[in-house]
């Protein structure tokens, strides 16, 4: 069953039924002014900080589900009829209604008594600025008189205080109205104020919720709306929104177009925004956002036979990796944005992923993770970016009940017993990856502060980061798993983690590749000798005959064996065994043939099986989750591509794609009933075999899944990928694709690739030309120019 469906000529996903059965949301705004939106206008709008400076309300978690949001109500004043463009909040019947997702814009449309409408959310390039582009036309063929409503409600912009403490935060806010801009003012803080104003004269207003809502009434029935007339309301304290209200005559076939402004500041600044963002100024934002987007997507664009795969790369899974990069983790319907800053691994991996397309926010990334990680070598499991950036510290503080706290160093830096141990070995393979695709060779040299005391250059930290996990091995000689690995529910503590020493492992190469790219062979041999002594012990101690261990718990008890009858096979070890190099070949395809055989389902590879039933707190957290669910084998999407990258490995083109395509969410989009969520996005987990809602998606945009598909789809299945020494093109796909092209941007080239495939094989490569002469990769080029390389696969790899 099918709700919506893909327009990849409009870059555009269509909800033709809106009456989902979950929120399906996106993102607007590229800047320092975020929004999450649904289908229904539902979701909140922030400045900077989700945590810190919300400027729209959100009730997340609540019946009726995803309210408030930013809605326009119209109310045909000769019958007093009225509805919501967005079909929330009021809710008329269904069919007149659709919902167009785009790139950094949502578009609701509605066709309800004889009125075609469509209302635009999406924030200006250069200003803090929310438009909401109205347009109407009346079809009814008579003449008609409409009242136009805005609502939006304010929050007490911290999340903490719209959430308790109502005796302070009730009274810290306030509203007034000037010349058709209402100014909203958190009275504590220095800045707190926001307007909301439009490109027209109202003819009504309302700044208290209450007022607009009236009492025991909810937004799908306001009093406002339902009467006509505003009341004009304002005041020192209490909730605040954002009702104008227009009336207009429309006659036969007559258009007309109003737009809405929220942003950033008093009624002064109010007045500047209405006069900057006409409809052609807005006009002018919409198509930058269009041609930021196009910018970003010709940095590679695909075409094979496999169509779920182009509809993602092209468009969404890139949208989808950038969204996490610049939000960070903490925005959604799912995370509402009350977590701290940024999420260390979670952090590093993401910005490993869009480098070729936005290698200036991923390098800023790099720099803030660079910055919380400890002179001893570990990084900040949870952290602000603030805390650490020396422009930041230098800004004005004042004391107030809301002010930005920054703990003590103390409070911050809490020792060994909050370290995850694998946060920091993702940034090594981060940053070799960032100078592998811009060629940026001088930031290894760059001196950056360490989150406790000193400096030392990027390469240094590097080294720190290698060095506390060599230290940090348990009685096998494994690394320890510590607070946790990358499985937050993997709670080994002194015991010992399989995947850290193989991603210790696959960082040791990957930091080699750069010494010795830098001429720092002293520094490239020795790292060398403890990733061999690294892949000598892990060979010893975690084979286990068909596959890897997870890990031994502190009672050195093996996780992950032969004999266990729960949590028997697991994913990390295995893929990471293979992508790391740990494996021999034999062991690599054993381990992967036990992946297919244990862990695979339709809907993708579960993390692990069977799953745990019995408490362990030995092994951790995850026994404690419902089977099914989440950590505990249920088909946790972000280390599906660790899988896709693990097959690639081992040449295995068919079974990497059979796992590609049963997680890739457009695949999906026949059967929604089933999924539920969101098929443009991939999501957190999806529930597994051992559960009653067995294929259901859950946490959509927010998740590591996205820019890892991204990663493993371009660089390893297709195969084309940044070295220091050229462009590689080593692809592995379906044993029966006879050919398919990419378009790659690097360093500034766009390289044109053709691969055919004439042999049927699944890997190999027989030849290489780029404009006609023969090459193993494709060599750097001036900038500008277009390379045209053309590949022949077949059995003979010349590479
Ligand atoms: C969540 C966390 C991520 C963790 C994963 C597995 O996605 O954000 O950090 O690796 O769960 O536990």
Redesign the pocket.
Known sequence: MQYGHFDNAAREYVIDRVDLPVSWTNYIGLKDMLGVFNHTAGGYLLYKSPEYHRITRFRPNGVPMDFPGHYIYLRDDEDGDYWSVSWQPVGKPKEHYSCRHGLSYVKYLCDYNGIDASQTLFVAMDDPVEIWDLRLRNSSGRPRTLSVFSYLEFSFHHIAMDNQNFQMSLYAAGSRYEDGIIEHDLYYEENGFQFFTGNFTPDGYDCLRDSFIGPYRTERNPFVVESGACSGSFEKGGNHCGCLKKTLTLLPGEECRLLFLLGEGSIDAGKQMRDKYTCEKADEDFRRIAAYWDEKLSSLQIETPNEGMNTEINLWNLYQSEINVMFS?FTSFIEVGGRTGL?Y??TAQDAMMVIHSNPDKCRSRLIELMRALTSEGFGLHLFEPRWFDPEAKKEKTFRSPTVIPTPDKSQIITGLKDVCADDALWLVSSVVQYIKETGETDFADLMVTYADEGSGTVYEHLKKILDFSARQTGQNGICKGLRAD????LNLGGGESAMVSFLHLWALQNFCELAYALGRTEDAEHYRQIAENVRQVTQDVLWDGGWFLRGITADNRKIGTHSDTEGKVHMESNTWAVISGAATAEQGRLAMDSVDSYLYTEYGLMLNAPCYTKVDDGIGFVTRVYPGLK?NGAI?S?PNPWAWVAEALLGRGDRAMKFYNALCPPLQNDRIEIRQAEPYSYC?FVVGRDHTAFGRARHPFM??SSGWAYFAATQYLLGIRPSFEGLIIDPCIPHDWKEFRVSRKWRGCTYEIHVLNPDGVEKGVRSITADGKPVSALPLMASGSICHAEVIMGRGDNT
């Open positions: 983790r999420g691994r979670d990358w499985n937050d529910c950590e946790f972000h957190q998740t590591g």
